[in-house]
């Protein structure tokens, strides 16, 4: 055949690890485009001879190779790349409308949420999904009608997000009631109040001040919103399921092979035969003029066409035939819509090679490629959804310093701040919601990892502090903080932490070793335990134990003396520390720790993707060579770029974890060990210990440490340099390293 322009371009839709001249080598070999398509994944190098044979492969080669596997190759991997004719345009930052919406809600989604908090703490609400009620007759100055009248007012970015991330068919909704009575919110009539179901059904009276939340009702509010939000995720999954084109949109070629002959079918002669024209009988006739009135000379003038003609021709019935044509027409022009819409996106979010080796790479590495060209051709609007959130790519770099961003935006089922995927109740925040989509997606998983609902997540976190014991007494020792303080008498109990094993390489001397450390407000403050009343927090009781900064920096001493043992290194290690933004403190070790801890800064957030990006730019600061940058995406590892373990201290969940541990799972190059600092007795201590340990049997990559109250600083040091060093160490050796070293002045 002669190749034509449209026929490269298909050949190449379908055979992405060919460029425009191997495609016409093909093509012009082979008398139809599905023969040069098979021609190519038998043989790809059929025409080793032609002169584009010595071409280097695009980037996505290495994911269309790992599915070429199979007995039959995918024809649904990703278009390569086609430069485009405006090399300007290209230049611009891509956007579409989940980008544009995520940016308007960005600009004060951490501000309200702030807000929140404020009005929370300022009416004693210590659970952070109870938003304060207080209904008057009269206009209210309160707190909480001035955080009320902010939402209201913020409707429009509201609608916007959930018109951008809604799938067909859904509505959008809100939860501000006082700017009408009637709403589509499913949650409404469905869920009980935590404050109860009338004025009294607080602690006090609206007419005396704002209610108090009731631990029964607060207990059976989470309870049915726990069961609606499984039914409306099943619902809505079933829904967009059921919409998803019946046939592969990337094989349209045969779906318009199948539309011609059902449309010459329909147009051929009807298998009814005509029927002989009768002459009415004369009662017939009289019957008709009785009706219609006196008729005229049917022999001399044709029958007038009736009034209602177009109407009775729009009524018509049609044929089977007729109506298997019409909806094969309505499918074909919707799904090459589709397929145009998905090939744009592509192309706007990955517009070079460079781009696509990185997203390519960093699908494999977080084990989706498979699962990502699967959604592409059987569930095409979900893939599209998705594409357009950016689920198939790296998390931009920009983002980790960025107040707001798409992965810290919070999800609200009830107040309809919505998610990303069809099942999106029930998570936090965007990045928890993404975190959970990737686990359940990646090749190996077994089952469905799902998220604990609260309650469920509350009970394990009672059970695992019911499981604490005495640490081994023979990590006794009387310099640790707690007793030379004397806060309290002996160790608190501990959960022993599971038999270490060794999943990625042992340390070698070629590795970096790094410390990021929570300089949270939170570090210096004095430990604070909640008291519950059932799963509704009633207030804090104070924890007799050091503060968290005290412990940390105690961890941090034996630590790096331990690790100057090992490897020698007596210059010592790089220290970083974050809250609202990270801070390079310097390199510390045994005798300037002291004077380094002075430049240490406590207060704010908890951030630690900006710890994060400032560690990961230190390692690359030493091993650019190696490496590579991306614009966007950020520094990327080569083969020879060395191993970076981090040690990263915590005493609580970062607001941004969540987007740390999806980071982490697209990276081969760097393990985590985090030691989790607790206070004793603490139910949220023991719920981040669990989803912890959830991440580290994922992503082997990641290690954890906790301890709560008094710590035994020996037995969690050891506990560390296992993890931290990927081999198990004898207590005899660790007896060894943990002796100061001999530094020389």
Not at 424 to 444: F, I, P, Q, S
Not at 462 to 480: H, Q
Not at 529 to 541: A, C, F, K, V, W
Request: with cysteine; hydrophobic share 35%.
């Amino acid at each position: 055949m002669v190749p034509s322009k449209d026929d490269i371009a298909k050949f190449m839709t379908f055979a992405p690890g060919a460029d425009e001249g191997k495609a016409f080598m093909f093509l012009e070999g082979a008398g139809t485009l599905d023969e040069a398509v098979g021609h190519f994944y038998e043989d790809p190098d059929r025409y080793s001879h032609s002169p584009d044979s010595g071409k280097s492969k695009p980037v996505d080669q290495k994911s269309v190779d790992h599915t070429t596997t199979e007995a039959k190759p995918p024809v649904y991997a990703p278009p390569p790349y086609n430069p485009p004719t405006n090399t300007l345009a290209r230049r611009r930052p891509h956007t579409n409308a989940v980008v544009e919406a995520g940016n308007v809600r960005a600009r004060d989604e951490q501000q309200m949420q702030n807000k929140l908090q404020s009005v929370q703490m300022s009416y004693k609400i210590y659970n952070s999904d109870i938003e304060p009620e207080h209904d008057s007759d009269y206009y209210c100055s309160c707190p909480i009608h001035q955080y009320q009248r902010l939402k209201i007012n913020r409707l429009g970015v509201q609608e916007m997000w959930s018109k951008a991330v809604m799938y067909p068919g859904e509505k959008f909704y809100h939860d501000c009631y006082q700017i009408g009575f009637f709403s589509s919110n499913p949650y409404r009539f469905r869920v009980v109040s935590p404050f109860g179901t009338n004025t009294f059904g607080g602690n006090m009276s609206s007419y005396y001040g704002p209610p108090r939340p009731s631990p029964t009702y607060y207990s059976r509010s989470v309870q049915q919103t726990i069961q609606l939000n499984a039914t409306l995720n099943k619902e809505a999954q079933a829904a967009i399921d059921a919409k998803e084109p019946s046939f592969n949109i990337w094989e349209m070629d045969q779906l318009d092979a199948s539309m011609s002959n059902l449309s010459m079918a329909s147009s051929g002669p009807s298998d009814e035969k005509k029927r002989p024209v009768e002459k009415p009988s004369a009662s017939s006739n009289e019957k008709r003029q009785s009706i219609a009135g006196p008729s005229s000379n049917s022999a001399v003038q044709g029958r007038k066409p009736s009034k209602f003609a177009g109407l009775k021709k729009t009524l018509a019935m049609k044929t089977p035939e007729e109506k298997a044509v019409a909806k094969a027409q309505k499918q074909s022009g919707s799904s090459r819509d589709l397929r145009n819409a998905i090939l744009q996106e592509e192309d706007g979010r990955w517009p070079d090679p460079e781009w696509r080796q990185i997203v390519a790479a960093y699908q494999e590495k977080v084990g989706m490629t498979r699962k990502i060209a699967d959604l592409r051709v059987r569930h095409p609007t979900q893939y599209l959804h998705l594409l357009r959130a950016g689920y198939f790519e790296p998390i931009p770099v920009a983002w980790a310093n960025l107040a707001s961003n798409p992965l810290k935006f919070s999800i609200e089922a009830a107040a309809g701040w919505r998610g990303i995927t069809p099942a999106w109740r029930g998570y936090e925040d965007t990045a928890e919601e993404r975190l959970y989509w990737v686990l359940n997606h990646r090749e190996g998983s077994v089952g469905t990892r799902l998220k604990p609902d609260f309650i469920s997540a509350m009970n394990l976190a009672r059970a695992r502090m019911a499981s604490a014991v005495e640490p081994p007494p023979v990590y006794f020792s009387p310099n640790d903080t707690c007793h030379v303080q004397h806060t309290s008498e002996g160790y608190s109990k501990q959960v022993m932490p599971p038999p270490f094993i060794a999943y990625d390489a042992p340390e070698t001397a070629t590795d970096d070793t790094m410390i990021l450390l929570d300089v949270s407000g939170s570090m210096d403050f004095d430990p604070l335990r909640p008291d519950y009343n059932g799963y509704l927090i009633t207030g804090y009781s104070r924890s007799t134990q050091p503060k968290n900064k005290d412990v940390a920096k105690a961890i941090i001493r034996r630590f790096t003396d331990a690790m100057a043992n090992h490897d020698h290194n007596f210059k010592g290690y790089q220290l970083t520390t974050f809250a609202n933004q990270a801070d390079y403190i310097g390199v510390i070790n045994h005798q300037n720790l002291e004077s380094m801890w002075r430049n240490v800064r406590l207060g704010g957030g908890t951030r630690v993707m900006t710890g994060w990006q400032k560690v990961k730019e230190l390692h690359f600061q030493k091993h650019s060579e190696s490496a590579t940058h991306h614009p966007v995406y950020g520094w990327q590892a080569g083969p020879e770029t060395p191993i970076l373990r981090v040690l990263l201290l915590l005493d609580g969940e970062a607001t941004d974890m969540d987007e740390f541990e999806l980071d982490l799972l697209g990276l081969s190059w760097v393990h985590v060990t985090i030691f989790l600092i607790g206070v004793d007795g603490c139910p949220h201590h023991h719920r981040h210990a669990n989803e912890l340990q959830r991440i580290s049997e994922v992503n082997h990559h990641v290690s954890f440490v906790d301890a709560q109250g008094n710590t035994p600083e020996r037995f969690v040091t050891h506990e560390l340099l296992k993890r931290h060093l990927g081999y198990e160490i004898s207590i005899s050796e660790f007896e060894e390293l943990e002796t100061p070293p001999p530094y020389v002045a």
